[in-house]
């Protein structure tokens, strides 16, 4: 079936280092792809997303590619804040009522 | 003002007692979802209801029913819980047009505990 796979966390930066999380899928055919993040004490929300190859999300300075070669949607920002630090999930869905999550990889920004 | 609020937040209880997460959404959406995340952090779909009519429903032990009285509402009944349900639960609301926007709104989560 169709599945997320997530780079393990947590991750913790300093605050102005580049990030990336790691996000590739396996899905038959060609999936819309979104990063959710969840903040603390919060519910999840949608952050960016790309329906189609070659498409790039942006969204609150962080950016992610649709790589059909790859199958990838690695979520990227140049320079994170503190108040960046949440859990970020990775989603595949193909225009149905239904998403697959990846399982969400805590990113912590330190000062 | 809570878009899609869950109520409890947190519940401990013992194995074989039956409890109930409730959920509501001030959006006006159609569709109403319940999630698992797992201790491993697996984020799945259980249930999903458009206008109170049942459209998914996943292969979830038949202890869990979900209730829509409205369609701003979908409650969650867990019956005989055992120490594997517990989990995060995650109800979410959509448009109608989520085919094309895939955004779902969360609620915070219900954490329940089974002793």
């Known amino acids: 079936g169709d599945s997320v796979t997530q780079m393990e966390g947590p991750v913790t930066l300093s605050e102005e280092a580049f990030l990336t999380i790691n996000c590739t899928y396996t899905?038959?055919?060609?999936?819309?792809l979104f990063w959710y993040v969840q903040y603390p004490g919060e519910g999840l929300q949608l952050l960016l997303k790309a329906t189609k190859a070659d498409d790039k999300g942006s969204n609150k300075g962080f950016e992610a590619t649709y790589r059909k070669e790859t199958t990838s949607f690695h979520l990227e920002k140049g320079s994170v804040q503190v108040s960046d630090s949440a859990v970020y999930f990775c989603a595949l869905n193909f225009g149905n009522e239904k998403l697959t999550f990846g399982t969400g990889t805590r990113l912590t920004i330190i000062p | 003002d809570t878009a899609v609020s869950q109520t409890p937040k947190y519940l401990v209880t013992q194995m074989g007692n039956d409890k109930s997460i409730k959920c509501e959404q001030n959006l006006g959406h159609d569709t109403m979802y319940w999630y698992k995340q797992d201790s491993k952090k697996f984020l799945k779909i259980m249930f999903s209801y458009n206008n109170k009519e049942l459209i998914i429903n996943e292969t979830v032990p038949n202890r869990f029913s979900p209730k829509s009285p409205d369609k701003a509402h979908l409650n969650l009944h867990i019956n005989s819980l055992e120490l594997g349900d517990s989990a995060v639960y995650f109800c979410a609301s959509s448009q109608s047009d989520f085919g094309n926007t895939g955004e779902l709104f969360f609620g915070e989560g219900s954490g329940l505990t089974v002793l």
């Open positions: 899905a038959t055919g060609y999936p819309s």
